[in-house]
């Protein structure tokens, strides 16, 4: 794959095929510029979530049912990095496909597989901290590492197999139907029926329950962090319980930031795509899209701006102290 420079005439993504996509032209400058970029993004994405996998899955004091979906979450955004990425990238610069119809398809499968179950796991850190605010009595038996891992792997079984039809049964109706298609082109153009359908699943029903949980949540917390300050200042006691309830508001809040950075990269992408190209420029799907791909970086920064857990264990990883005895036993809240 070489660039293209600008004086040059139509080029093709395949000159010997003759339903060929014509190939976009950029300048060298322009293309090891953007090469670079992606390059450093995806690594950047891959090695902070890196950092939260290990964390997590060293350090015995982090296995917590919530940590458990902060786990499944950067799996998920850490495959976003390794894979989506740079073959979004390769796609984006050289204004082709050159992988293949077969791979087109898996590619897409994997992307609405890691889009849906991104999407599942902020449902599951949304009801996890219902649990934990407004029923925090509840929470230790209703809410177990057991049926956290369950509902984990229920959310990868289900999305990969909803990904999965959508994705075959699109691909084989678009290339039967669409009389417009070049050689060296991968897109997903759903039928009405399966926009409806993934709008429901995708946007309607998670979104939904993602905002009226932390409105919710929101809502007690206030409530009840206003109790406790009060009877701080007035100088009374206290209890343990009152002191963990802040503790949950707290992780609440920086989870909720999560979700919201999220969402916020999530929602404009997905209602202007359903819209379509007609109305929305190409330019302006790719800035949203790779804004939306960015957030996958976001969350790593954010543990280590709220998580003091995770700035320690960040540093027992880079100075390689996880590799001495014992070390998975360290009170990773203390350090």
């Known amino acids: 794959m070489a660039y293209e ?44 979530n890196l950092l939260v996998i290990i964390s ?21 955004d850490l495959l976003v ?30 992307m609405a597989l890691l889009g849906s179950t991104s999407l599942s796991n902020l449902v599951l850190i949304a009801v996890d901290r219902y649990v934990a605010v407004c029923h925090p ?27 999965t039809v959508v994705i075959v049964q699109n691909k084989h109706s678009d290339s039967s139907q669409r009389t417009d298609l070049c050689y060296g082109e991968c897109s997903f153009n759903p039928s009405f029926i399966y926009i409806v359908i993934n709008e429901i699943y995708y946007f309607v029903l998670p979104c939904t329950v993602i905002i009226t949980a932390y409105m919710r949540i929101f809502y007690v917390a206030f409530k009840q962090v206003k109790v406790i300050n009060s009877l701080m200042k007035s100088g009374k006691c206290v209890t343990e319980g009152s002191v963990k309830r802040k503790s949950e508001h707290k992780a609440a809040l920086t989870l909720g930031i999560i979700v919201t950075v999220y969402l916020l990269c999530y929602i404009p ?48 990883i880079l100075t390689l102290k996880i590799l001495e005895p014992a070390s998975s036993l360290l009170d990773i809240f203390t350090g």
């Open 137 to 163: 009595l509840l929470y230790p038996q209703k809410i177990t590492i057991t049926k956290t891992l369950i509902s984990i792997c229920l959310c990868w079984i289900f999305s990969s197999a909803y990904s």
């Open 5 to 48: 420079t600008e004086d040059q005439e139509t080029q093709y993504c395949f000159p010997n095929i003759n339903s060929s996509c014509i190939k976009g032209k950029r300048s060298k400058h322009e293309y090891n510029t953007m090469y670079m970029f992606f390059s450093l993004l995806s690594a950047w994405t891959v090695f902070l």
């Open 269 to 316: 992408y997905y209602i202007l795509s359903i819209i379509g190209p007609t109305v929305i420029s190409l330019d302006t799907m790719t800035y949203l899209l790779w804004a939306f791909y960015g957030s996958c970086a976001l969350n790593p920064l954010i543990y280590a701006l709220f998580y003091r857990w995770f700035k320690i264990s960040v540093k027992h």
């Open 56 to 76: 997590i899955s060293h350090f015995k004091k982090l296995h917590t049912p919530t940590n458990m979906i902060i786990l499944s979450l950067a799996v998920a």
């Open 81 to 110: 990095g390794l894979i989506v990425m740079p073959v979004e990238a390769i796609k984006l610069i050289e204004t082709c496909w050159y992988f293949g119809d077969t791979f087109c398809g898996l590619f897409l499968t994997i």
